[in-house]
């Protein structure tokens, strides 16, 4: 009997309901279930299909039709005679959509974005557009480093099949890159390869002060950066392969790795050139193969030939040459045939150049830093020389150069020079200083850079105390014979009163000039000669042992010519330098070496006689496999020397200054000290009068003609931190050595007026100090904390230690 009931209702069953197949003859549809949605809307998406006796009625195409609307979650159908029956469950429509956890800025946000995703307010809500949009604003957030984001959905359903949406954000800070590793880096190394990344911080005490945010936007054209940074050294077949890593639960940290795949470097074998007419000399296409071939296909390479070819075809008066590069890769061999054709254009030479706006300065002048001539071959190079070299005066504030063509000649170009003068060619100030060893000084200086409107360069330095008086002239002029070449002229005048003289100074240089002559700079090296004249006064307010022995090298015939308390000195002497610079340098970072030589003999006609050397190398060396530690070498040699009986003139003696470096010990603070000579009246018993011999030793430091210094710098990689107090911050290390002796000492003094010898020993010692310093650019300008101590001698007084400094360089 229950199966007889069971069969009834799956037949009664399969009678009323229809599967979404064509039917016929269907007359009417009726559609149960609406509550929201206009009957008149579904009418119109019906009315698509026709309904007669004939007509075959797609219902799968009906049901597709409704489904699309996004008006119904549901559709069932069944059939009753001649009636086709839709059953639908609609989707509940939004009262109300509440936005929590976040600010106005973002809400704005975030209701377009809901728009945009079909998520509004009195319309139908659909879950599945509701998730579409929150996985579109996570994607948006983990582009912007934060993959910590949450979200939470509370829907409200009330009986009218409508629904109310409560949106919970929750934003944890952003993500933060924690490490960065790297494998496959072959040929370069890691902080090479990284620099490209921005999310990259080359900082040794990265990951303990500022962790850098995971902005993948960034990241991936920092990965393009990287890409490109290969294929300019010239591997073509780079490839890189990114992984991230989360290690903390909540997503904050996240470790990336990078695979990179280098590949073999390609290099150029064969290289073919178009001479195009025989332009190209054999000499210049024989140096151009000579560089080229079997060098890497890399961005310098091509750069710098694309640069030697302009080069060479403007002295020949051909503008805008373009080279043009074709490049036959063979991966097998991993090999390139480079091709090189050149489209020249016409050839132009120099009919005129007129200047304009140069009433404040002679043409004299200008004619000097003109490289074009009348009928040379246009060459632009020469037009960008002469205006860089014209800026150097500072004398303009603006060039303009116009080049236009002659009006009858078609191969020929007129050259039009439009100056504007600088306002401040003049200074004038007053001032106060301090000197060690001449106290407060008032300074006037007069600058003039176009002086008689030649551009010469006159400056006027006048010091001035109770005591002292200093004036100093200095006229700098270029040359118009030699290209770049310049003359300066010195003179200076010195009046001091001898009783404020130092004793252990017992010097007064009364007047001297110098003329010079310098070479312009040509790859980081320049060179000068001097010839000059100076006239010092020696005193003997209080001799000491040194002074004495520089005296006895003098012939009688010297102190017959000069009073015992005026005794002039008077030489001629030639200067010669040599300085080598190519040194960079962005904000504490330098890389380079700085090396001088400098040189000083007296001429045999001069009092004196000795030739005075100095050496000095200053090299800064980074160390790319330790991040940016820098490691700072400093080393400076001098000697004096001197023929016969002349000796080295105490008054040019090497002194210890620590301008450019570190250490423990005090300026002038280094090597032989004075040691005073004094005669004194001994009344004996027997009425007779003895003269005595007394040596009283001090600590005023003379140095002496032989000097070494070394220091050696461990820089720290620049740390920024607090960047409203500290903009950059910087720490290091430094080792310190100096050693200054007179090899003119001797362990026995005999001289004129001592008619017993005396065995006087000299301090010949390696002072040594170490110490540690910190630095960093502030709101005020750059400051250095220096803490030193010393090593070596142990028995040096406190005075001369310098074991804590602050400056504010």
């Not at 100095?614 to 940016?628: A, G, M, R």
């Not at 001797?746 to 010949?764: A, D, H, R, V």
């Amino acid at each position: 009997m229950l199966l007889k009931k069971i069969f009834f209702i799956c037949c009664l069953f399969f009678s009323v309901s229809v599967s979404a197949v064509n039917m016929k003859h269907i007359k009417r549809i009726s559609v149960c279930g609406v509550k929201h949605v206009s009957r008149d809307n579904i009418l119109k998406t019906l009315q698509l299909n026709s309904f007669n006796d004939n007509t075959c009625i797609n219902v799968s195409k009906i049901i597709a039709l409704l489904l699309r609307t996004n008006y119904f979650m549901k559709i069932h159908t069944s059939r009753l005679n001649d009636t086709l029956i839709l059953s639908v469950q609609e989707f509940p429509i939004i009262t109300d959509i509440s936005i929590l956890g976040v600010n106005n800025k973002k809400l704005k946000y975030f209701n377009k974005l809901l728009n945009r995703f079909k998520v509004k307010k009195n319309k139908s809500f659909n879950i599945f557009n509701f998730n579409n949009f929150f996985l579109y604003l996570k994607k948006a957030y983990q582009l912007q480093g934060y993959f910590s984001i949450h979200c939470a959905l509370k829907i409200v359903r009330y009986p009218d099949n409508t629904v109310q949406l409560k949106i919970i954000f929750k934003e944890e800070p952003i993500s933060l890159i924690s490490k960065i590793f790297i494998y496959g880096n072959k040929n370069f190394y890691k902080k090479k390869v990284l620099q490209d990344l921005n999310q990259h911080d080359n900082n040794l005490l990265w990951n303990f002060f500022d962790f850098n945010r995971c902005d993948y936007t960034t990241f991936k054209k920092s990965l393009r950066a990287l890409y490109n940074f290969y294929i300019r050294h010239g591997y073509l077949d780079i490839k890189i392969n990114i992984a991230k890593q989360h290690y903390s639960r909540d997503d904050k940290c996240i470790d990336l790795k990078i695979n990179i795949n280098e590949g073999s470097r390609y290099y150029i074998k064969k290289i073919f050139i178009d001479e195009h007419k025989g332009l190209c000399s054999n000499k210049f296409v024989h140096d151009i193969q000579k560089y080229v071939l079997n060098a890497p296909y890399c961005e310098s390479t091509i750069s710098q030939l694309k640069k030697d070819f302009k080069n060479i075809f403007l002295k020949m008066g051909l503008l805008n040459t373009r080279i043009l590069l074709h490049s036959e890769l063979n991966k097998k061999n991993h090999t390139i045939c480079l091709y090189i054709l050149l489209d020249l254009k016409k050839q132009y030479f120099v009919n005129k150049i007129n200047f304009s706006g140069n009433s404040f300065i002679d043409q004299k002048f200008l004619n000097i830093f003109i490289y074009n001539h009348k009928n040379d071959l246009f060459n632009i190079n020469l037009i960008k020389k002469s205006c860089h070299d014209l800026f150097k005066t500072s004398l303009f504030n603006n060039i303009k150069v116009c080049v236009k063509k002659h009006l009858y000649s078609n191969d020929k170009v007129d050259i039009y020079y439009y100056f504007k003068k600088c306002d401040n060619t003049r200074n004038v100030s007053v001032s106060t200083s301090y000197e060690n060893g001449r106290g407060v000084l008032l300074k006037f200086l007069l600058l003039e850079k176009n002086f008689l409107n030649a551009g010469n360069e006159l400056c006027i330095t006048v010091l001035k105390n109770i005591y002292d008086t200093n004036l100093k002239i200095h006229l700098l002029k270029p040359l118009r014979l030699l290209k770049n070449f310049f003359l300066k002229s010195n003179a200076f005048v010195n009046v001091m009163k001898e009783r404020y003289i130092f004793p252990n100074t017992s010097t007064n240089k009364l007047f001297g000039f110098d003329t010079s002559c310098y070479t312009p700079k040509i790859k980081n090296k320049k060179f000068s000669v001097t010839c000059g004249y100076e006239k010092t006064k020696i005193l003997l307010t209080s001799p000491h042992i040194v002074l004495l022995k520089y005296l006895s090298s003098f012939s009688k015939k010297f102190f017959l010519n000069s009073k015992i308390d005026n005794l002039i000195v008077n030489d001629f002497f030639v200067k010669y330098m040599f300085d080598f610079n190519n040194i960079k340098e962005k904000n504490f970072f330098k890389m380079g070496t700085h090396i001088k030589f400098l040189g000083k003999l007296t001429l045999p006609f001069s009092d004196n006689f000795y030739h005075k050397i100095f050496f000095s190398i200053n090299q800064y060396v980074p160390l790319e496999k330790i991040y940016d530690i820098t490691i700072h070498n400093f080393l400076e040699f001098g000697s004096g020397l001197t023929l016969g009986h002349h000796i080295f003139p105490f008054y040019e003696n090497y002194k210890f200054y620590h301008k450019n470096t570190k250490s423990g010990f005090k300026d002038n603070s280094v090597g032989p000290i004075a040691i005073y000579y004094k005669n004194s009246n001994d009344h004996s018993a027997n009425s007779k009068q003895n003269i005595v011999s007394h040596f009283y030793p001090s600590t005023d430091f003379i140095g002496g003609n032989m000097m070494v210094h070394a220091n050696v710098e461990l820089s720290s990689p620049k740390i920024t931190i607090l960047k409203k107090i500290f903009q950059i911050f910087q720490a290091g290390v430094f080792l310190d050595a100096i050693n200054i002796w007179d090899t003119n000492w001797k362990n026995t003094i005999s001289l004129y007026s001592i008619k017993e010898s005396l065995t006087i020993g000299q301090p010949n010692y390696t002072y040594l100090s170490a110490g540690t310093f910190i630095r960093w650019y502030s709101i005020f300008g750059p400051i250095t904390f220096t803490f030193a101590f010393p090593l070596h001698p142990h028995n040096i007084s406190n005075y001369f230690l310098n074991r804590f400094s602050v400056n504010f360089l």
